[in-house]
């Protein structure tokens, strides 16, 4: 069984910068494949950006559009953890993120029902 736990969010001022840290447990984390999602008050879990590899040390991300060139996915195996750093946030970036995991695959899927394992979620507000 995978655990996953969020940390990093926070109260930010547009324009300011958050890192949210996602520390994983419970299986070797080079093997998951990994995203981060985020939720707003009354709309649907959306996919945020994630990373995957095809075997290897090399992994390799993707982001919504919306996020291009703002944010920025990595991950130190060494330390079992997933990071999002945000920068130029934007106050509709508001909502809860959530970091998910899966085992294997070779690309970077959107699709948050084919992630196994969830964090409990990081509230992320940006204030105008």
């Known amino acids: 069984q995978v655990q996953l736990v969020e940390s990093g969010g926070g109260l930010v001022q547009a324009g300011g910068s958050l890192r949210l840290s996602c520390a994983a447990s419970?299986?070797?984390?080079?093997?998951?494949?990994m995203g981060w999602f985020r939720q707003a008050p009354g709309k649907e879990r959306e996919f945020v950006a994630g990373?995957?590899?095809?075997?290897?040390?090399?992994?390799?991300?993707d982001y919504t559009d919306s996020v291009k060139g703002r944010f920025r996915i990595s991950r130190d195996n060494a330390k079992n953890t997933e990071y999002l750093q945000m920068n130029s946030l934007k106050p509709e970036d508001t909502a809860v993120y959530y970091c998910?995991?899966?085992?294997?695959?070779?690309?970077?899927?959107?699709?948050?029902?084919?992630?196994?394992?969830w964090g409990q979620g990081t509230q992320v507000t940006v204030s105008s």
């Open positions: 990373t995957s590899s095809s075997g290897g040390s090399t992994y390799f991300a």
């Open positions: 998910a995991a899966r085992v294997g695959g070779s690309i970077v899927s959107s699709n948050p029902h084919e992630y196994d394992y």
């Open positions: 419970g299986r070797t984390f080079s093997s998951l494949r």
